[in-house]
């Protein structure tokens, strides 16, 4: 049964189930849409399904920043209180208040 409700929200930080990464969510897509060859060199065993929301990241690692696009199925809500050191943050969001970061109200 296809997943259809986002559980993650723009502004969102989280981190990842199976790879030693976090970031913070800025758009989603509400099923699977990027390139097969994309989804193809996923490994196997953490392959997740298409039919669920699909998360744009400004991701962190220890050792750089980088942009990922990350299953529901695969994110869990950081907990760890520390910002993310993305230098697109300031591009996106205006702030961050807790667990989260917000947009500028236009």
């Not at 929200?9 to 994309?38: A, L, P, Q, T």
């Not at 199925?73 to 205006?94: A, R």
């Amino acid at each position: 049964m296809p997943i259809q409700k986002a559980k993650f929200s723009i502004g969102d930080i989280v981190k990842h189930k199976h790879f030693e990464f976090r970031g913070v969510i800025y758009d989603v897509d509400f099923e699977f849409n990027n390139s097969e060859e994309w989804y193809q060199s996923i490994p196997k065993n953490v392959r997740p399904r298409k039919d669920q929301p699909f998360y744009h990241l400004l991701a962190e690692n220890d050792e750089i920043t980088y942009e990922a696009y990350v299953s529901q199925q695969n994110l869990l809500i950081d907990v760890s209180g520390e910002p993310i050191k993305h230098p697109l943050i300031e591009e996106i969001f205006s702030g961050k208040k807790g667990s989260s970061y917000f947009k500028p109200s236009n």
